[in-house]
């Protein structure tokens, strides 16, 4: 568990483990035409169990592919930020190189979140330029005694803090899985918010000692503010964690989270969130069950969410892997996931919107 340390420094010593809870003050600081945000009072929430104590908002590194790019993460790192997510596979191996850069002057500073399995931490951390992943969440289902040991394994050798997974879709019994297990200690959760089923189960997680992580909060209804007010609302949720590719993207992040944090109005109730949602997925996996020739209609609906927060490489780059016997060239026009889906999304029409 993370202990007080005034100096405002995450230590990387794999052995103790000691983490801030103290923001760096002070002025702003200037790079090049542009100001920081300011930033010491970013608000904070412990992860679950993991006594992380870490920023409402995370950096999500999924769009960074430049190596100039790096500025715009030492700048959210700068300005209070102290939690990133990476994973090997966004934008083609490029954003996890970008995070490493950037890892050789500012490991201390962050906690990091990756997504890949147990087998690959090895290379990851090579790439990252450290010798721990502070949290381990592949979008893995299997919560078995066997998977246990591989994380058991990994934390024996210093190489990982804490073990969690992210999920796509069936997000509800994944994460009812999660707690029966036991083990796993965080959870990257899309759709938080838009479904009465999944957010009673983020409040049994939470209750149970998980973190909970809000990603792809940047597509959907509403505006950014409007979704990172309702989001922070919610006591269950440990952060949020857009993909951030400007300066202004950090800021304007920045500005929302400690705008919803200080709010006082009312969470919606889970009845009027859907109501408020409907016409946009919410991740349930409804559609995908619904279909007889098992398309990957999540990893469309996924892909659209990427291309509609104007993410086109990525959103291409998810739909074009998808193997021929999964992808819309299999589809038969019966509509069975059209009429499965709650939100009335349609479905048949994002899917072929790849052709």
Known sequence: MAEQDTTGV???????????TALLAGGALMFGEWKSAQAAGLPKRKLGRTGLNVTCLAFGSVALSDASQRRVLEHAIDSGVNY????P????GKAIGVVGEVMKTRRDKVYLAIKTEPGDIDRCLTILNTDHIDVLIPDSRNMSDAEREKYAKAREAGKIRFAGFAAHDNQESRLRDCIKAGWREVMLCAGVGLSAGLDAAIHDAAA???????????????SFEQKITKLLSNPDLTCVTPGMLTIDHVDSAIA?????VQANGAPLS????????SGHCNFCGDCARACPQKIALMDYLRADLYRTRGDGDLARHVAENIPARHSVSACTGCAHCDHACGQHVRVQDTMRSFA
């Open 10 to 20: 995450l230590s990387t010593d794999r052995r103790g483990f000691i983490g801030s």
């Open 84 to 87: 990133v997510h990476t994973c």
């Open 89 to 92: 596979g966004y934008t083609g």
């Open 208 to 222: 149970a000692g998980m973190g909970i992580m809000a990603m792809k909060t940047n597509g959907g209804p509403g």
């Open 256 to 260: 929302y989270v400690n705008g919803a």
């Open 270 to 277: 889970p009845q009027r969130a859907v109501a408020a949602c």
